[in-house]
């Protein structure tokens, strides 16, 4: 276990280092592509609630994604990570003012000032973040261990957003996948859309 925690550090700081190297111009055509095969999913037209990350620095960048959705009057969640916790709560927004950081160094809602959204319910899709994707839907995220909290009991339909350098064929192969990992349903690079179980 201790193995797959040390080979997972390093492979974060390289796949970091890769991402940040990419051009801002390659990066902007590239998520292009991706937000438009991700509005091409039955999933995205169907959801009347898109739980979504807020993106930083050279991830796949959701803020075109999150004003597509306000643009066809869907609503909007973002996460709130519950100090000493590994839950997510989600509050919707309907602009990107008043966010407040994160111990992380996130944008997230204040739960005082947001109106929280019940995750569970119909219609939900979640764009879920990681710094690489394989062809069976397992992630590389950031070690926090919120997403996998999340997608654990999460019945919707969870989407990988992924750039085509960053996806992976087997990260279990690699003996990068733990046993709490939990796969999303369904990968969007800029060049395929990935459905692991279909």
């Known amino acids: 276990m201790e193995g797959t925690k040390a080979m997972k550090r ?21 998520d292009a592509a991706i937000l438009s095969r991700c509005q091409g999913l039955d999933a995205w037209r169907n959801a009347g609630v898109i739980l979504t990350y807020l993106s930083m620095g050279s991830e796949v960048d959701t803020h075109p994604i999150i004003r597509a959705a306000w643009g066809l009057g869907k609503t909007v969640a973002l996460p709130y ?10 509050y919707a927004a309907d602009s990107l003012d008043g966010l407040v950081r994160s111990r992380f160094g996130v944008l997230q809602p204040d739960p005082d000032t947001f109106g929280e959204v019940d995750p569970f319910g119909p219609g939900r899709l979640a764009l879920v973040p990681a710094l690489c994707f394989d062809r069976a839907g397992y992630r590389l995220g950031y070690g926090g261990g919120f997403y996998d909290t999340f997608l654990s009991s999460f019945e919707g339909v969870a989407v990988g957003l992924c750039r085509g350098a960053q996806l992976r064929g087997d990260l279990r192969g690699e003996g990068l996948v733990e046993p709490h990992d939990v796969p999303v349903g369904v990968v969007v690079t800029d060049a395929e859309t990935i459905v692991p179980l279909a």
């Open 81 to 90: 990570c519950v100090p000493h916790t590994r839950r997510m709560r989600w």
């Open 10 to 30: 390093a492979e974060r700081e390289r796949l970091v280092a890769l991402r940040d190297a990419l051009p801002e111009g390659e990066r902007e055509r590239v």
